[in-house]
């Protein structure tokens, strides 16, 4: 694997007139044969679910926030993710205090993760 930055000059006999940068990144080739690929047909079936179960989270999620606002809270029911990290959702009554409370810890996980700079 590898990437960078190939820089050409004007004038070369390949048709060139400026200099020009081209940027690349190089894979590890993957040799797949069709059977070591998924069944199209059921991963196409999968996608079209996982779809329609998102838009129906999504619906109740929007639900819920319609009721809470009447009641002065921020936040959902349940904990939510973003990749690895898990986003708290307690209700609190301020949008600063929900954003203070996911910013701290966005940024413990960070420091777990990355250690201090």
Do not use: C
Not at 47 to 56: F, P, R
Not at 81 to 88: A, I, N, S
């Amino acid at each position: 694997m590898g990437w960078g930055i190939l820089e050409r000059d004007a004038g070369k006999e390949d048709g060139v007139e400026d200099e020009e940068k081209w940027y690349f990144y190089l894979e590890d080739f993957v040799h797949m044969e069709q059977s070591n690929t998924a069944d199209m047909h059921a991963m196409m079936q999968r996608l079209g679910d996982l779809n329609i179960e998102s838009a129906v989270f999504f619906e109740e999620l929007a639900r819920d926030h319609e009721r809470r606002p009447a009641e002065g809270r921020l936040g959902y029911r349940f904990t939510t993710r973003d990749g690895y990290l898990t986003q708290e959702n307690a209700w609190i009554s301020t949008w600063e205090g929900n954003f203070t409370q996911n910013m701290e810890r966005m940024l413990r996980y960070d420091l777990e993760i990355s250690g201090p700079r």
